[in-house]
């Protein structure tokens, strides 16, 4: 594939990025390397894949176990 850069700078087809969100981009000897920057797991994750089961509250008596209360 040959790209032709802008003022801007050059646009990278979606495709060619697969599902990655981020990434890294270096020079090395003459040579643009762009690597994709694998997410991890944060707090801010949570709640973003709910519980799928029978249950209506995922987080019925959460707080409970954390705690040890009865």
């Not at 790209?3 to 890294?24: C, D, Q, R, V, Y």
């Amino acid at each position: 594939m040959k790209l032709t850069a802008t003022e801007k700078g050059l646009l990278i087809p979606k495709e060619l990025l697969g599902e990655s969100k981020e990434f890294e981009i270096s020079q090395e000897q003459g040579k643009i390397i762009i690597t994709s920057i694998k997410q991890t797991s944060s707090i801010w994750d949570l709640g973003s894949n709910p519980v799928e089961c029978d249950v209506k509250d995922g987080a019925i008596n959460h707080d409970r176990y954390l705690y040890n209360l009865k």
